[in-house]
Every structure is written in structure tokens, then in C-alpha cells.
């Protein structure tokens, strides 16, 4: 997994920046506990921190290609190549250490900008060619691993996290108008990382540095194939292909686990876990759930969620045997300060309120006995799970589908603004241009005409501008702890080739994620095969709630609150009065958390 970080520049000798890349650096102390390494020459600096998963003992980083007298190539690593394994047996060159990161290097070496197509996995790093005095920056294709840069008058400063290049001089904390609408917004877009200048590396791209300047590259999107297989045969290939990507994610060297929330995406990949490891004579499958106290007894259904996860989540440990344990969170867990805090400083900019520390708060749990844990990201958004997909309303509507559906009910994140923020930010504006651009990158075939069209770009939408936003979730919470958190139904290979699928396909038994249960169903108890989807749980205590309205009405009352200039007074007003609104209280917890983000960290808007 890992952190990594660094700075290019042709202009000076960052040779003598070393203070500086040690500062870079120790932001990324929590994404990786084991190792430390720095490297420096004239143009080029870099920086690495380690979690150990593959060859504890050999996998040292940044990692060199020497020649004599002469070093060729570095690189720093985040992630995990799946295949390396078989490249390695492609590849003639002599290895000296048993880990992917080698084989990459190599695979470089061998192929060139080129390598990163061979690979099978969640990846971002950096090489520095010496001799040619190139930067490649490369991210994997659905872009489960973060990597950001910004560019400089003379070279490039690039981090795993916002954090790691704030901490060099040269870059700015200042958050303009464009980042804040990225802020409030529900859509992914790697041109605007919030923080004024920052970028992402977009998923399935290289950032090409050289003297002459940065080039985006992309070497991988979603593709418009025919699909010419039959229902059966669909169906068989779905299973064999969870099945390949399931035991190449089940490799490693530390204890491992999976995040089990009794619906079918997690049950489906825990039963997977549970019968490679049985087959492996490896024992029972370790898996983990989030509940809250009380949760059962607060519980009410609505739009999203129609039951708690509890019962499911028993009936599928009971079902494989797992050593399954439930991390059970109260409001002072939720409430705490300190917990508050850390996963600001994990996410770099205010992120969901509870969902985000109940995340938080269940992968500290699962660090204490696993250091690797699979999850079902992306399931819905490959296989259609979400109400939206099959809402004809929205599908019939001109926008982004979760803004006209299930996020669009009641929730105005510009509302506590002023007037003159509220114009400002035009988020109304943001959306169409935001929704206009990504309709343009959609595959497209001639065939393809009214629903099955319009299915093709929903898909495309939630792949491309609502599971980022996610996986970045996923990502910080998980390696605020120092867990790597793996998703296998982010397998290139497995997106493609459904994405590629009728919609006829995808709903043939008149259900959402009809092909995933079709091709997982042997594995799992009927309770969760005829389960509804439910999301992620946020707790439902009326308490917290009430807590959480408190705390925005002493933020309206403080005179010197950072956030003060920018609210306007009736608008939050009425948001206190909405008591029994659970949008208002995500709009409350946004609010706090953006006046603790511009306390804490001495940022501007």
C-alpha cells in the first residue's frame, strides 16, 4: 500500500532540499508504519513510506535500477500489482527481492511507459528516469489509489494525499470558488483536487513530466465492444472472473480479512474468500461488520435502507463459517473529538460526518487483527445496484442520476450560504458543465438506441464521477490506520466486461445486479440472495442528531467561527429547525466540518 511523495525541478539542486522532502514525507507516516526511505539527485527527489503486505523483509523503497556507476531508474510504489507473480516469469531480468514493486520497475525497464498496461491491480507511483530526466506519474485504471500533483514554474510536486505537497513550500493552501464547489458537489472530477492548482493523475492515465512541461496520457478508459456472449455464458464468466480476482487478492504475507455487510456484493466476495481459503487449507475466513448501539431499536426504514444489516450479516458468517466479529460504535465514539479530527486530517477537506468516522472507527478495530481487508466497492456501479438505475424518472432525467434520485431528496448543499456564495458557486451551472463533459467521454455504438443508450451512459457516470469519490473515502479512512483496503469488483478486467453487457442482461430476472447474483448465488443463504440493496449505515440515534444541531447552532452564534462570513443566518436557522430531517443533519455536519477544516489548518477560501 504505502504513501508516496516528491518533487521535481529543473531549475535548482534538490539535492539540498532534503528538510524539504522529509517534511513531504512524515504526512505519509500513517499510510505506511514499517519503512521509511528518501532518495535525492539534482532534478529529482523522492519519498516513501511503507506498509508492509508483500516480502516484509525486501521490499525497501524508493527502489533503484543501477547500473555501474550509474543509476538508471527509481521508483516509489503504492498499492499492489496482482499479476506480478506471472510477469515476473516474462520478464529476463534478475530479481533480488520477492516484491511487486521490482517486478514494475522492471516490467519499465523491459517495456517502457508501455509496462503499465501489462498490469493487474491498484496502483500509484512515480519513476524517475535518470537518463532522460523524465518523470512518469501513473495511476491504475479505476483509480483505487490516490495520487495528486501540482505543477510547478520549473517542474512538478506530486503526493499519495493533498497533505504531502501542501508541506512544501512552494505550494498554496488557498481554496477558491472552483474548489469549493468540488467540495460540496457529488461528483468526481481529477482536474480539481479543492486545493487552488492541485490536480489528480485522472484514473487510467500517466502524468509525463519533462523539461518541456506535463502531459496527460491515457492508456486505459472503457471501451465500446460488442458484447456477443449469451445470458448462460455471461453469467459463467462473471463467476469465473470473481473468482480469478478474488485469489489474486487473497496474496499476502500479513493477516487478511474482508468487510462483511450482509448485503450481496460483501457476503459474495466473503463466501469467495471462504472457499479459496478452505481449498487452501488456510483456515476460516476473518470478517468484520460495523452496528451501532441501539441501531435495531432506532431503526427506520426509508428510501434507502428498508432493514438493519445485522441478521444478514449472522445469517452469511453462519452460512461459511467466518471468524466474524461486529465492531459496535455509540454516539460518544462518533462524537468524539479526537476521532473527529483525525479523520479530518485523513481526508484533507471535510468529508460525510458520521459515515466517514464510523469508517474510520471500524477499520482502527479491524487493524488490531488484520492488516489487509477485501470490500465490495464498486459492485453497484458495475452491476447497476443502485435504486437510481431503475427509477424511470431518473433515468429520463438530464443530469447526473444521484443528483436527480436518491441524494437529490431534500438536500441543497448551498443552502447554509450566503446569497452572494450561493451565486458565486452556481452549482446548478457546475453540474451541467460537469454532466455535459462526461457525456462526451461515454463509448458509444451504433446499435446502442433509447434505453440501452441511456443505461450505457448511467453506467459510465457512476464509474467515472461517483465511485472516485468512494474509493477516496475508502482510501483515507483505511490508511489513516495503516489498513490496505482491496476491491475486487474494481478489476478492470470484470468492469469491462460487463459494462459491456446489455442492460437486458444486467436486470434479467427483474432485479437490480442480476448477473452478480445469478453468478454467486450457490455461495450465499436465500436471505441475502433475495436482499434488497441497502447502503452503508449511518446511525439513526435521534440523540446524535440533536448533538450535531447543537454543535451548528454554536458555530451561527460564534462571532469569530472561520465559516461565519460565508453563512447566512436564515438559512441555517431553518436548518435547526429541521429536527427529525436526516438531511439536514448531513448539511449540519458539512458545516461544522468545514469551519473545523479552516480552524485547524489555517486554510482561505
Known amino acids: 500500500m504505502c504513501g508516496i511523495t516528491g518533487w521535481v525541478s529543473y531549475g535548482r539542486d534538490l539535492r539540498n532540499e532534503k528538510a524539504t522532502l522529509q517534511a513531504m514525507t512524515n504526512t505519509m507516516n500513517k499510510r505506511g508504519p514499517d519503512d521509511e526511505g528518501l532518495w535525492t539527485s539534482q532534478h529529482a527527489a523522492l519519498g516513501h513510506r511503507r506498509l508492509a503486505i508483500i516480502d516484509i523483509p525486501g521490499g525497501h523503497q524508493p527502489m533503484t535500477l543501477t547500473r555501474p556507476d550509474d543509476t538508471e531508474a527509481v521508483i516509489v510504489y503504492s498499492g499492489e500489482t496482482y499479476n506480478f507473480r506471472e510477469l515476473r516469469g516474462t520478464l529476463p531480468q534478475t530479481f533480488t527481492t520477492g516484491s511487486d514493486t521490482e517486478v514494475v520497475l522492471h516490467a519499465h525497464e523491459e517495456w517502457g511507459q508501455g509496462a503499465v498496461e501489462q498490469l493487474n491491480g491498484m496502483f500509484a507511483y512515480a519513476l524517475w528516469d535518470s537518463r532522460t530526466e523524465e518523470l512518469l506519474l501513473v495511476r491504475d485504471r479505476l483509480g483505487v489509489k490516490p495520487l495528486y500533483y501540482l505543477e510547478t514554474e520549473d517542474g512538478v510536486l506530486f503526493g499519495s494525499e493533498p497533505k504531502a505537497i501542501l508541506a512544501n513550500p512552494l505550494a498554496s493552501k488557498d481554496v477558491k470558488i472552483e474548489g469549493l464547489r468540488r467540495l460540496l458537489g457529488f461528483v468526481a472530477d481529477p482536474s480539481n483536487a479543492v486545493f487552488d492548482g492541485m490536480k489528480e493523475v485522472p484514473p487510467g492515465h500517466v502524468v509525463r513530466v519533462t523539461k518541456q512541461g506535463l502531459r496527460e496520457i491515457r492508456y486505459w478508459g472503457l471501451d465500446d465492444h460488442e458484447h456477443t456472449d449469451d445470458l448462460d455464458t455471461t453469467v459463467s464468466t462473471v463467476r469465473e472472473l470473481l473468482s480469478d480476482t478474488a485469489s489474486r487478492q487473497l496474496v499476502a504475507d500479513v493477516p487478511l480479512c474482508t468487510l462483511l455487510s450482509g448485503g450481496l456484493d460483501s457476503s459474495a466476495l466473503t463466501a469467495l474468500a471462504a472457499q479459496q481459503l ?328
Open 278 to 605: 478452505a481449498a487452501a487449507d488456510k483456515g476460516a475466513v476473518r470478517s468484520f461488520a460495523v452496528d451501532f448501539v441501539g441501531y435495531a431499536d432506532n431503526f427506520v426504514a426509508d428510501g434507502l435502507r428498508d432493514a438493519p444489516d445485522t441478521r444478514f450479516v449472522q445469517d452469511v458468517a453462519q452460512h461459511v463459517a467466518a471468524d466474524h466479529r461486529d465492531i459496535v460504535l455509540s454516539n460518544d465514539d462518533l462524537l468524539e473529538p479526537a476521532h473527529r479530527a483525525a479523520v479530518l486530517a485523513a481526508r484533507d477537506y471535510p468529508g460525510l460526518g458520521d459515515m466517514d468516522t464510523s469508517l474510520y472507527l471500524l477499520f482502527k478495530a479491524v487493524r488490531e487483527q488484520s492488516t489487509v481487508a477485501l470490500s465490495g466497492e464498486s459492485a453497484d456501479e458495475v452491476f447497476g445496484g443502485y435504486a437510481d438505475f431503475h427509477d424511470p424518472k431518473v433515468v429520463a432525467a438530464d443530469t447526473f442520476p444521484w443528483l436527480a434520485g436518491s441524494m437529490a431528496q431534500g438536500r441543497d448543499a448551498t443552502s447554509p450560504f450566503s446569497l452572494d456564495v450561493q451565486r458565486q458557486l452556481d452549482m446548478n451551472g457546475y453540474y451541467e458543465a460537469q454532466y455535459r463533459r462526461a457525456l462526451a467521454e461515454v463509448p458509444t455504438r451504433d446499435s446502442d438506441v433509447g434505453l440501452e443508450a441511456r443505461m450505457r451512459q448511467i453506467s459510465y457516470l457512476y464509474l467515472t464521477r461517483f465511485l472516485p469519490l468512494l474509493l477516496e473515502r475508502k482510501d483515507r479512512m483505511s490508511m489513516a490506520v495503516g489498513l490496505e483496503v482491496r476491491v475486487p469488483f474494481c478489476d478492470h478486467r470484470l468492469v469491462q466486461y460487463v459494462f459491456g453487457t446489455p442492460w437486458a442482461f444486467k436486470t434479467f430476472d427483474g432485479r437490480e445486479k442480476s448477473l452478480l447474483r445469478a453468478a454467486t448465488k450457490d455461495l450465499l443463504p436465500q436471505s441475502v440472495v433475495q436482499r434488497v440493496k441497502s447502503p452503508y449505515p449511518s446511525t439513526q440515534d435521534p440523540q446524535y442528531s440533536k448533538t450535531i444541531l447543537q454543535e451548528l447552532g454554536s458555530v451561527l452564534d460564534d462571532s469569530n467561527a472561520p465559516i461565519g462570513a460565508i453563512l447566512d443566518r436564515d438559512g441555517v436557522e431553518k436548518i435547526l429547525g429541521a429536527h427529525d430531517d436526516p438531511q439536514a443533519r448531513h448539511t449540519a455536519e458539512r458545516v461544522i466540518g468545514i469551519n473545523s477544516w479552516l480552524a485547524d489548518h489555517s486554510l482561505s477560501l
